[in-house]
């Protein structure tokens, strides 16, 4: 049965506290917009896809949601983003911080290259200063465990992360993002440059992961949207090239029913 | 740049459900045809032309898993291919309740039908115009003429009731005539069926529009 937008109303609404909310989100470089009055709600314990064309804004958007965006020489954001509650742009808020918070992986697979497997993973405690007293040996199995990895790895853990398969990288890069236990993890096309069967190892994790942790993922693959998420969001850059919220709702419904004409267009491929 | 060869082979998938369509509707009328003249030669031609319906029934579907699994449709177009997958089932069937009634023209022989033809053409122009309407809002996804032609079932169902309770009069009446009486009931259940599968049809027409599913008449038989 379809859900009507009433019933995905209450539905929406009958979910627990978001993990993540935004509250008229723009995002600029310099003098040009990227994304304007972004109300966006991250529920948790699933996973969110962002879709929408090239320069939509989807990728600001998700950086925009632990403040990597600022990092950008010029870039700036206003409105709110709201991690349980509590707005991670509010004066005094540590950036650093949110990003332990809420973690990231990116589109190309980044491990450091003069760091070993075992140092990679550990690499985000070390630099926040939380590796002392921690069992490091049972931090690093868990999380190259978590990340389906462990097998593949255990017997040369001290191998440069650079000796991996692009695969295997990026989930060495996942595992990275894990280790320092964040609530949330924002992916950006972490796919993008996997061949399928790596692809679908990444798939695979995150619907494992779902349990754990909140799952922002932006693709411009609109298979692996409809394939992961349990929710996604269309994003399109109107005249002005400014990045909107165009429709946001349950994945299979985004995909059999759209509400809005523009993303239907859009996943037809009518577009353009 | 739009997905242009990928919509021209959707488009063209649709007009393969009307041909479809327009398929059965003759093979309706020309099975009815051959009943009211008692013309043998064109209820075998009927038959014959059934292995094309059947046909093109598969080629469409055929084509249609070929769209899911080269294309990925989403949203209109997805509901679009599995209402069409669906659609040509119901149409396909409706060739066969045609071909049916063929093979009951073929069974009389010489002997004329048990009781003048007069509720059982009609209920066969009924389910045709069903049909030909319902092609019709399948084109144009007119959701509510949809909905009103399913429930025109009803109107045929009267028919069918009516006829049903005159043929079991008559072999009551007359245990020589239960052979016929029982062809003339097959064919007015045919042509009951027929205005089902329109039902149905119109059902997968609200699902292409909507994407809702929806039972929106159910037949008394």
New interface residues.
């Given amino acids: 049965?379809?859900l009507t937008a009433n019933t995905e109303a209450t539905a929406l609404a009958e979910q627990p506290a978001p993990a993540l909310r935004t509250e008229g989100l723009s995002a600029w470089y310099g003098a040009h917009q990227a994304i304007r009055d972004v109300d966006l709600t991250i529920l948790p314990n699933k996973i969110t896809a962002i879709i929408g064309p090239s320069g939509c804004g989807k990728s600001t958007a998700l950086r925009c949601l632990n403040r990597m965006h600022e990092v950008v020489r010029g870039a700036r954001v206003a409105g709110k983003v709201l991690l349980d509650e509590e707005d991670i742009y509010a004066p005094g808020v540590d950036p650093v911080r949110v990003r332990r918070r809420i973690g990231m992986v990116f589109q190309k697979p980044n491990p450091f290259p003069m760091m070993s497997i075992y140092d990679n993973v550990v690499a985000g405690l070390r630099l926040t200063g939380e590796s002392r007293g921690q069992d490091l040996d049972a931090v690093v199995e868990d999380n190259l465990r978590s990340v389906a990895l462990w097998d593949e790895v255990k017997d040369k853990l001290r191998q440069s992360g650079a000796s991996l398969s692009g695969g295997q990288q990026q989930r060495l890069c996942i595992a990275r993002a894990l280790a320092v236990e964040p609530e949330a993890l924002l992916m950006d096309e972490p796919c993008s440059a996997l061949d399928p069967v790596a692809t679908y190892k990444i798939e695979e994790l995150m619907e494992g992961l779902k349990d754990r942790y909140t799952i922002v993922i932006v693709t411009h693959n609109?298979?692996q949207a409809?394939r992961v998420s349990d929710f996604t969001a269309f994003f399109l850059a109107g005249d002005e090239r400014v990045g909107e919220l165009i429709e946001y709702g349950p994945t299979d419904?985004l995909?059999?029913?759209?509400h809005d004409q523009r993303?239907?267009d859009y996943?037809?491929?009518?577009?353009? | 740049?739009?997905?242009q060869t990928?919509?021209l082979e959707l488009q063209n998938l649709h007009d393969q459900v009307l041909l479809l369509g327009s398929m059965v509707d003759k093979a309706i009328g020309r099975a009815m045809d051959s009943l009211v003249r008692r013309d043998a030669d064109l209820a075998r031609s009927v038959i014959e032309d059934d292995a094309l319906v059947n046909r093109k029934r598969f080629q469409i579907e055929e084509q249609g898993i070929h769209l899911i699994a080269t294309q990925?449709?989403?949203?209109?177009?997805?509901?679009s291919i599995v209402a069409i997958l669906s659609i040509v089932v119901d149409l396909e069937r409706i060739g066969d309740y045609a071909a049916g009634i063929a093979k009951i023209t073929l069974m009389h022989g010489d002997r004329p039908p048990v009781k003048p033809l007069v509720d059982i053409p009609r209920m066969a122009e009924q389910g045709r115009d069903m049909l030909r309407r319902a092609l019709d809002a399948f084109v144009v996804l007119d959701v509510e003429a949809a909905r009103a032609i399913a429930n025109e079932d009803d109107e045929v169902d009267a028919l069918y009731e009516r006829v049903y309770q005159h043929l079991i009069a008559l072999m009551i009446a007359d245990p020589q005539v239960v052979d016929r009486a029982t062809w003339l009931l097959w064919v007015s259940h045919n042509l009951e069926r027929i205005a089902d599968r329109v039902t149905n049809i119109c059902e997968r027409i609200i699902y292409k529009a909507?994407?809702?599913?929806v039972e929106i008449n159910v037949s008394t038989y």
């Avoid at chain 1, 995909?255 to 759209?258: G, H």
């Avoid at chain 2, 990925?72 to 509901?79: F, N």
């Avoid at chain 2, 909507?210 to 599913?213: F, I, M, S, Y």
């Fill in positions: 049965m379809q609109m298979q409809s419904r995909f059999t029913t759209p993303t239907e996943i037809t491929g009518r577009f353009g | 740049m739009p997905r990928y919509h990925q449709p989403m949203a209109s177009d997805l509901r909507t994407g809702e599913l």
